[in-house]
C-alpha cells in the first residue's frame, strides 16, 4: 500500500537505497535527501515487512515503511525521486511483490531511469570500486566511461538492487545498480560516497560529497577501536592458553 501526497512530476530519476550491506544504498539515499532538502511525498507499507513496531524517543510506534523523497532543481530543472526505508522484505515472494509495486509508482510519475544503490562484499580498501550493471548495454557504457567496473564472475545481486532493475526492463524502463565495495558488518559512509560520486558524474548533480568525510573518519576511528580490542582478546587468550589449566584442590 503507497501513501502518497499528489506532487506534478514531469520526468523524475528515481534513486534506490534501502538497507542492506554496508549500509551502503541507505546511507547514499540519506545523503541525497539531506544535502538537496528533499521532501517526502509517498510511504510505502507491506505485510512482507518485518514484524514489529518501531518505537521513537517520545514512547510512539509506527510501522516498518519504505518512503518516496522528491527534489526538483539545479540549472537544467533536474527531478529526484529518492527511495529509502527502515527495511526490505523479507520473503521472496514479498521481494517481488513490494519491488513491482514500487515499479508500479515509479510509472504512474513518469520515471525515465532507476538506480538502485547497494553494497559489494569485499576485502576493505583505501579506495572502494563501483560495481555496476544495467537492463539497458548503452547505459552501462555510459557506466564504465565513469570508472564503474563489471563483475564478469556472475554473482547475483541479491535483493532490491538487483531485483528492481532486472523487473524494470519488462515494464519498459531503464534501470541499473550501482554496488560500493564494502566489508559489510558495518555501516560504510567511503563505499557510499565512491557510489555518490558516480552518480554525480551520470546524473550532472551538484553534491558536495566532503560532507561525508566526518561521517567517514568517525567509522575509521571505530574500526580502529575494534581492531584493538580484537588484538587485546586475541594477547589474552594465547596468554590463557601458555599458562596452561589451573586447578584448586
Same mark, same amino acid.
Given at each position: ?12 530519476? %528515481? ?8 549500509? !551502503? ?10 544535502? %538537496?532538502?528533499?521532501? +517526502? ?47 526490505? *522484505?523479507? /520473503? ?5 511483490? !513490494?519491488?513491482? #509495486?514500487?515499479?508500479?509508482?515509479? #510509472?504512474? &510519475? ?11 562484499? /569485499?576485502?576493505? &580498501? ?10 539497458? +548495454? ?24 538487483? %531485483?528492481?532493475?532486472?523487473?524494470? #526492463? ?18 560504510? *559512509? ?7 560520486? !558516480? ?27 575494534? &581492531?584493538?580490542?580484537?588484538? +587485546? ?7 590463557? !592458553? ?8
Amino acid at each position: 500500500m503507497i501513501r502518497e501526497i499528489p506532487v506534478r512530476m514531469d520526468r523524475p530519476v %528515481l534513486i534506490g537505497g534501502l538497507p542492506g550491506l554496508g549500509s !551502503v544504498g541507505r546511507i547514499a539515499a540519506s545523503f541525497l535527501i539531506r544535502e %538537496l532538502g528533499a521532501k +517526502r511525498v509517498a510511504v510505502l507499507y507491506s505485510p512482507h515487512f518485518p514484524h514489529y513496531a518501531i518505537v521513537n524517543s517520545k514512547g510512539v510506534v509506527r510501522l516498518p515503511r519504505n518512503d518516496f523523497y522528491y527534489w526538483r532543481g539545479g540549472p537544467d530543472g533536474a527531478e529526484l525521486l529518492i527511495l529509502t526505508g527502515d527495511c526490505q *522484505p523479507q /520473503s521472496p515472494r514479498g521481494q517481488y511483490e !513490494v519491488a513491482l #509495486k514500487i515499479l508500479e509508482y515509479a #510509472k504512474s &510519475k513518469s520515471v525515465n531511469l532507476i538506480a538502485m544503490i547497494g553494497g559489494y562484499s /569485499s576485502e576493505e &580498501k583505501q579506495s572502494p570500486k563501483v560495481y555496476g550493471a544495467t537492463n539497458n +548495454r548503452a547505459l552501462m557504457e555510459r557506466l564504465k566511461a565513469l570508472g564503474v567496473e563489471i563483475d564478469v564472475s556472475g554473482v547475483p545481486i541479491v535483493g532490491m538492487a538487483g %531485483l528492481i532493475p532486472a523487473l524494470a #526492463k519488462s515494464e519498459g524502463l531503464d534501470a541499473l545498480c550501482l554496488l560500493g565495495e564494502t566489508v559489510g558488518y558495518m555501516p560504510d *559512509p567511503k563505499a557510499a560516497k565512491a557510489v555518490l560520486s !558516480v552518480l554525480k558524474g551520470l546524473l550532472g548533480l551538484e553534491l558536495n560529497l566532503s560532507n561525508l568525510d566526518p561521517d567517514i573518519a568517525k567509522m575509521a576511528e571505530l574500526k580502529a577501536k575494534l &581492531k584493538e580490542a580484537e588484538r +587485546r582478546m586475541e594477547g589474552a587468550m594465547r596468554r590463557a !592458553v601458555s599458562e596452561g589449566p589451573k586447578y584448586i584442590s
